[in-house]
């Protein structure tokens, strides 16, 4: 099942020639992610993680307007307290509980390929662009854990029953181009889809901060 997920994401990347990319890049950075959850937590903190790939863009109607993508490996996931009551006695004059609270250190981890489908636009200065992206991003989930201290590991299987493959999310950055070749952004995804199957409202939030080079000397054309 993931070497399809990834065969499918492979597919739709390069699907992308139609369009005619202009130049090939790659892009790394950071990201810091935390997942929406329902009021039983809290210190939802955000997991940091990365975010590592190869993109490609080309002009769209002008040399300002351009479109963009690619194959992202990005982690995302939350470190957060859930909390829980445990223990209680009976009183001598009748039923008497007293609950002590008490909580677990989580981590959890989750693993994707993202694909965005982005509008850039670029404010052009000498050498140096200012950048503003937006549009959905659609990921693909390849692996995960969920860490519990002082417990064994859990694995999570995106296979539909647990969580689901597919998540799609949309995506507001800013940043700005070099000479046409390196680009610096802060992007902000922000989940749609309720990742967990019987969870209410878990959803992906991730910041993200990446460094872009462009091959400008690369282009594919039909």
Known sequence: MKIQKIFIAIMLFFSANLIKAQHIGFTAGTNFS???Y????????????????VVYERPMFNDDIYFQ???IFSQKGS???RYYYSGGYAGIFGAKY????????????LAYIDIPLLIEYKYKIPKIAIIGKFGPSYSFG?????????????????????HR????GINFALGFEWNQTFQFTVNY???????EIDAVQQRNKVMQFSIFYFLNNLYFYH
């Open 34 to 36: 935390t997942i929406t």
């Open 98 to 109: 007293d609950y002590y609270e008490d909580y677990d250190n989580i981590a959890l981890q």
């Open 142 to 162: 390849i692996f995960g854990k969920e860490s519990i201290k002082y417990e064994d590991d859990n694995k999570i299987r995106f296979d539909g029953k647990d």
């Open 69 to 71: 993508t690619g194959l």
């Open 165 to 168: 493959e597919f998540d799609v």
């Open 189 to 195: 995804q922000i989940g749609l889809t309720n990742i």
């Open 79 to 81: 470190s957060f307290k």
């Open 38 to 53: 329902n009021h039983s937590i809290s210190n939802n903190n955000p997991l940091p993680g990365v975010n590592l790939g």
